[in-house]
């Protein structure tokens, strides 16, 4: 199937998120680790951390205000364009993205700002979209509208 052609199903993670820049050499955020999505990522360069907001000290520099949309797996290590085919979309719409992978799937941070702009651009591409909960579905395509 070619990249233009391919669909798949996203569901909205409940809750606002931040992402942390720690220094290489700092210790363990024990603090992140909490809650059913989370990223703590090491590099010889630095330490990344998505969780959600309200887990992030007051004296950590963050930025929040990021939602999460998970790609509906397990995928194939080997498959390709999963990633290609979400963010072709999202670009177009002028989204940006901040992505992560797991061993099963894909996760796209949007801004909260953006996020009905790119709920909107990945239907458009034909992508399904599911809302946490019918009240956070209705409150978003009543906003959408608006």
Same mark, same amino acid.
């Given at each position: 199937m070619s990249r233009s052609k391919r669909r798949f199903d996203l569901t909205v993670l409940p809750g606002s998120f931040a992402i942390v820049h720690l220094a290489a050499a700092a210790p363990f955020p024990r603090w992140a680790v909490q809650g059913e999505f989370f990223s703590v990522t090491r590099t010889s360069d630095e330490v990344s951390v998505v969780c959600t907001a309200d887990q992030v000290p007051k004296d950590v520099k963050a930025e929040a205000g990021w939602r999460v949309l998970k790609v509906k797996g397990p995928f194939a290590l080997s498959e390709i364009g999963v990633l290609a085919a979400l963010? #072709?979309?999202? #670009?177009?719409?002028?989204?940006?993205?901040? #992505?992560?992978? /797991?061993? &099963? /799937? &894909?996760?796209l941070l949007v801004s909260e700002k953006r996020l009905l702009a790119a709920i909107a651009a990945l239907r458009g591409a034909g992508h399904r979209i599911r809302e946490p909960g019918a009240a956070a579905s209705h409150n978003l395509s009543r906003r959408k509208k608006g």
């Amino acid at each position: 199937m070619s990249r233009s052609k391919r669909r798949f199903d996203l569901t909205v993670l409940p809750g606002s998120f931040a992402i942390v820049h720690l220094a290489a050499a700092a210790p363990f955020p024990r603090w992140a680790v909490q809650g059913e999505f989370f990223s703590v990522t090491r590099t010889s360069d630095e330490v990344s951390v998505v969780c959600t907001a309200d887990q992030v000290p007051k004296d950590v520099k963050a930025e929040a205000g990021w939602r999460v949309l998970k790609v509906k797996g397990p995928f194939a290590l080997s498959e390709i364009g999963v990633l290609a085919a979400l963010s #072709a979309s999202l #670009a177009a719409a002028k989204v940006s993205l901040f #992505a992560i992978s /797991t061993f &099963d /799937t &894909d996760y796209l941070l949007v801004s909260e700002k953006r996020l009905l702009a790119a709920i909107a651009a990945l239907r458009g591409a034909g992508h399904r979209i599911r809302e946490p909960g019918a009240a956070a579905s209705h409150n978003l395509s009543r906003r959408k509208k608006g």
